[in-house]
């Protein structure tokens, strides 16, 4: 299992130099964000005044700091995988040359036998082991003035050489600010917004592109009429580390795809310890086992002995799919697909990525009838489906189109045909597709999801990319492998051959004859939404301000306040939890208006009837399996990368995945949220919304 350590420094009285407000204030909140958000186990504080810890000082002295830094880093006590951050905020300094940093004793008139050089700063936090060494240096601060030439220069070139990520306040000409409004740094608040809930920077790259913008927006704000300017950068060596991802709870799998194509590309030009670094940080990244990671590794470890195991292959020239430079083909071309397997033992069980599905899934027709106006048969199309065989499946879709285009000879329809094509036949197809993938793929499916992003009549080329991104079809800013599987992304299939229809200008063509055939109209969602819902209640409960918070979506003050509602309507208010006979004795007329009016102002996304609707396609019963349980939250975004939100991770947006929310606060309050007994309410819940019959 990874570690995460961190050392956080923050210098407020200086001994010799100019004191400062707030710098002891920001290494304490990254301390505490360290701890509480980021989930790192240890994050040793130092400051000015900071405490003895089992009878050593913590005083951040330059005998106390250098002392930290050699006896912490002597021998390597951490590996590939693991990250450690060191944080300094205070005083810097650049003599004759070098980089340092100043302890609260630093004389500024010795600063070679008082202060830290970052030379040796970076040189220590490299041997620690990890291969994800992050160095945040806010370390240019004054009130008003400084003297001297700022640091960063050679700061900078000392990261370049050592590999260490290194994330400046500002410019070498420049002062990092502080603010009494914010009593905080500029810097450092636009930091921590950056990687928590905020700016949700997962990777370096991302978090380099908020403090650009961010800490001049916060300098016009605070610093109003002053030609002040701060200029925040990072230093990532190789260019690969920018793909790095420092905050894995909000890491998309686009991130880790991203990831993937830099490992292959080290690989490639035979870089092998880089490969082995970034197939490391895949694994660590990404939910569950990745097989690409783990195939990787072991192909590493060959070549390592037999050099030749890794030959130097560009991508093929008659891929459709290939990237024109050899750097992004895989040394043995090996598609990069958003799903990883839950486990090693079962790397086909589920999908682990919360895939998001359109905002109405649609009902399946238990019976679908073969009709067609062409005469067309549709049986062997049904008969490959009902078996779960979807490519042969998807390329007779494409033969009995072109059938009832009457294209069979040409083998290709164009815009015309696809306009024309008898509504029947479209309609036969796209139900026997809803239907035996439990509502994941069909033509209805994939225009429903294009148009939850945006997506008009009209070519809009930003919507499109946005669709096959969501769908699968484009990875990584590029064309991706089709995936047959039943767990491929919602909208997935039909492609029906890219001739025809991967190209984003017939897409209009495409989803405007689903619409004339009125598709959406004649297939019934699998849980209805009412138009108007009547704030009902059996105990008398008012539900005036939930619909409200989510008419206006407020996501988190709904979600409390459905909390409050369901302890009210349940008689619990005082307890403010539930228990199971009461969640099994729920008022049915209550729990109805509670999932009506998430359903109806989310679009159909969330819902305590959506969430059972997922847990079952998932194979649930109202007996616990635990890999269900688990690849339920992954689906609906509770469980990411091995491990169970904490409340204040929840995502509060309607782009949230899938049934994301309501967040079961009247639940999870007291019984160890979903990684507890989150199953035994869930399952009485789901148990409940049966009896109801919602």
Not at 194 to 214: D, F, I
Not at 235 to 258: F, G, M, R, W
């Amino acid at each position: 299992m990874k570690r995460n350590l961190a050392i956080s420094i923050g210098i407020n009285k200086y001994e010799f130099s100019q004191p400062l407000k707030y710098a002891k204030r920001d290494a304490e909140l990254m301390r505490d964000f360290l701890v509480k958000e980021a989930g790192f186990e240890r994050v040793l504080f130092c400051s000015d005044e900071s405490p003895n810890i089992k009878g050593k000082s913590t005083r951040a002295s330059f005998v106390n700091l250098r002392r930290v830094l050699r006896t912490t880093f002597e021998k390597p006590f951490m590996e590939a995988g693991d990250n450690f951050w060191l944080f300094f905020s205070g005083h810097g300094m650049r003599h004759k040359g070098y980089d340092y940093l100043m302890a609260c004793d630093s004389d500024p008139g010795d600063v070679a036998g008082t202060a830290i050089s970052i030379s040796y700063v970076t040189e220590q936090l490299r041997r620690c082991g990890a291969d994800n060494v992050v160095l945040i240096l806010d370390a240019c601060r004054s009130q008003g003035s400084k003297s001297g030439e700022g640091i960063g220069y050679q700061a900078a070139q000392v990261a370049r050489e050592k590999g260490v990520i290194t994330i400046f306040s500002c410019s070498p000409d420049e002062l990092s600010y502080e603010i009494n409004d914010l009593q905080q740094g500029i810097f450092t608040k636009a930091l921590l917004e950056g990687l928590g809930a905020q700016g949700r920077c997962a990777t370096v790259e991302r978090l380099n592109h908020y403090l650009n913008g961010r800490v001049p927006d916060l300098i016009r704000q605070y610093k109003k009429g002053d030609t002040s300017r701060q200029t925040p950068y990072i230093i990532a060596e190789p260019a690969s580390k920018y793909h790095l991802i420092l905050c894995p709870q909000y890491a998309t799998l686009n991130d880790v795809a991203t990831m993937k194509n830099d490992a292959f590309s080290a690989e490639i030009h035979k870089d092998l310890d880089l490969a082995e670094q970034l197939w490391i940080r895949v694994l660590a990244a990404s939910p569950g086992c990745d097989m690409d990671a783990i195939k990787a590794l072991k192909r590493i470890g060959i070549a390592e002995t037999l050099p030749a195991a890794i030959p130097y292959q560009p991508s093929s020239k008659n891929s459709a799919t290939a990237d024109k430079s050899p750097e992004a083909a895989p040394p043995n071309p090996t598609p990069i697909e958003h799903d990883v397997s839950p486990s090693c033992e079962n790397t086909a069980a589920t999908d682990k990525s919360p895939q998001p599905a359109p905002p109405n899934p649609t009902l399946i027709e238990h019976d679908v009838p073969l009709k067609s106006e062409r005469g067309v048969d549709y049986t062997k199309l049904r008969d490959l489906l009902a078996s779960g065989k979807w490519k042969e499946a998807d390329e007779e879709t494409a033969n009995k189109m072109l059938e009832g285009s009457g294209r069979t000879s040409e083998g290709c329809l164009n815009s015309e045909d696809i306009y024309k094509f008898p509504c029947e036949d479209l309609r036969t197809i796209d139900q026997l597709w809803v239907k035996y993938s439990n509502g994941r793929f069909g033509f209805s499916v994939q225009k429903r999801i294009y148009e939850s992003l945006g997506g008009t009549k009209e070519y809009d080329h930003k919507s499109w990319e946005a669709f096959g991104d969501r769908v699968g079809w484009r990875v990584n800013g590029r064309v991706g492998e089709l995936k047959f599987a039943s767990n491929a992304p919602i909208g997935h299939l039909p492609l029906v051959f890219s001739g025809w229809f991967v190209w984003g200008w017939r897409v209009k063509v495409v989803f405007s004859r689903v619409e004339t055939c009125k598709l959406h109209t004649t297939v019934p969602l699998p849980i209805p939404i009412s138009a108007n819902v009547p704030l009902k209640s059996e105990r008398g409960v008012d539900y005036t301000k939930l619909r409200d918070l989510l008419a206006t979506g407020k996501w988190q003050e709904a979600d409390e306040e459905t909390t409050n509602r369901m302890l009210d309507a349940a008689g619990r208010s005082r307890e403010s939890w539930l228990e199971i006979a009461n969640i099994d004795r729920f008022p049915c007329e209550d729990l109805r208006t509670i999932d009506q009016l998430w359903l109806k102002y989310s679009d159909g996304r969330f819902g305590f009837s959506m969430q059972k609707y997922i847990y079952q396609s998932l194979g649930g019963t109202g007996k616990i399996d635990w890999k269900i349980w688990e690849a339920f939250g992954d689906r609906v975004g509770w469980h990411v990368n091995g491990s169970w939100l904490e409340y204040n991770q929840i995502k509060f947006a309607s782009n949230a995945p899938i049934a994301h929310l309501p967040s079961w606060g009247w639940w999870n309050r007291v019984c160890g949220g979903w990684s507890g007994r989150g199953w035994e309410g869930g399952l009485i819940l789901f148990s409940r919304i049966e009896t109801c019959k919602m």
